[in-house]
Each structure stands twice: as structure tokens, then as C-alpha cells.
């Protein structure tokens, strides 16, 4: 097990991270958190070089992809940098890379009512503006969980994230896609991944002007 007690805060710089081969050749992944080899939970980093692909495959627990970069194709079409994705239990697809693709994958980790499937052109979903010109788009919402990016402009001041354990089931994982973001505990760069724990609190802002991924209350 990697990375699996969610009572503890993670933070990884993946790009100090060594890339670990995947059963496929050509398929390279960073693994984040992982239950078990093969199956079960998992949060990893995964690099397709071009021309690589998978046979066909489900996902028993769902399956949560975010394209970082280059193009990650399957059945269903291409999809470039930007394209968030939920692919439900029952969901079966045979993946693919013609120039080669970084993505951010989530196994395992849908609530069981949790169908409908999500493939979201984020550059055409709509912005919301918060204040000091911080602004976040929602990309899924179910129960207590809630899928967002958020623009953090250097200017803005911080903003609070509290998670208590009697409200929500679960903290808070961000994926630092573009800048550099700062707290109490540390600077960010692109490429960080952190998980906050049920009921921890920080006050994250801006360095330089930062694009996050953001999920919370699934923990």
C-alpha cells in the first residue's frame, strides 16, 4: 500500500518522482496513492508515449481522468490537454496516444450511485468569478463531492479551506497544474499533488498566478 492512511496530509512533488513502468509497454505511471498492485485505489501520474494503447478495459470502482497534456484518445474520440473525464462502473474503453499524452487518473474511487459519465472541455465550461479575482469552474458535484478548478491570482489573498470531520467524509486533494502556490507548511510548484485529512484547515494562495485542481469531501 502507498500512501492509503487519509488521515494524513501527503505532499508529493512529482516531478522529483521516477518514472515506474506500467504493463504495457510504452504506458509509464508516478503512482500518488495505491491500494494494491493492479487494482483498488489508485492516484498515479500516467504517461503514454506515442502509439501506445491498452486492450480494452473496464473499471470496477469508476475511473477519474484529467489531461494535462498532448492527447489522450479512446473509442469515443481524442481529447486534448484540458478534458476532464468520469467514467462510471460499467464503463468499458481500449485507450490510446498517437503524439503521446500526460494525464492524472483516479481508479477505484466512485460512490456506488455515482452513473453518470463526464467528458468535460474545460476550456469551454463556465467560469464562476469568487473575489480579488479568484475564479473556479465546477466539474462534478455528488453528495458531499465536489470537483472544481480554481484560478488563484498572485494578487489574491489566501482563502481558508476547512474540512471538519462532523460535516464531511473526507478532506481535500489539490493538483497544482500551472504556477506556484504557498500555505503554513510549505511552496508548491506545477506538478504537486496534495492531500488534506478530514477535519485540517490551511490558507493556500498565489506565488505566481496558479491554476488548481481541486476535489473535496470524498475522503
Not at 126 to 144: A, F, M, S, T
Request: proline share 7%.
Amino acid at each position: 500500500m502507498l500512501n492509503m492512511d487519509f488521515t494524513q496530509r501527503v505532499v508529493i512533488d512529482t516531478n522529483a518522482l521516477d518514472w515506474v513502468p506500467s504493463p504495457k509497454a510504452g504506458v509509464w505511471r508516478k503512482p500518488l496513492a495505491r491500494e494494491e498492485a493492479e487494482r483498488g485505489h489508485a492516484t498515479s501520474i500516467v504517461r503514454y508515449d506515442a502509439g501506445a494503447s491498452f486492450n480494452s478495459h473496464n473499471h470496477p470502482g469508476g475511473e477519474e481522468i484529467l489531461v494535462l497534456h498532448g492527447t489522450f484518445s479512446d473509442e469515443t474520440g481524442d481529447f486534448t490537454a484540458g478534458t476532464y473525464f468520469r467514467n462510471p462502473l460499467g464503463f468499458r474503453h481500449a485507450p490510446f496516444s498517437k503524439q503521446g499524452c500526460l494525464i492524472l487518473v483516479k481508479l477505484h474511487q466512485f460512490q456506488p450511485d455515482d452513473e453518470n459519465r463526464l467528458a468535460i472541455k474545460t476550456w469551454q465550461n463556465q467560469w464562476h468569478d469568487v473575489v480579488n479575482g479568484i475564479r473556479y469552474q465546477l466539474l462534478h458535484e455528488h453528495k458531499q463531492e465536489k470537483v472544481v478548478l480554481v484560478e488563484l491570482p498572485a494578487t489574491a489573498p489566501g482563502i481558508q479551506h476547512s474540512h471538519p470531520g462532523v460535516t464531511l467524509p473526507g478532506g481535500e486533494e489539490i493538483y497544482v497544474m500551472k504556477g506556484v502556490i504557498k500555505d503554513d507548511y510549505g511552496t508548491y510548484p506545477a506538478g504537486t499533488w496534495l492531500r488534506q485529512p478530514p477535519g485540517s484547515a490551511h490558507c493556500p494562495y498565489a506565488v505566481e498566478d496558479a491554476l488548481l485542481w481541486v476535489k473535496s469531501g470524498h475522503l
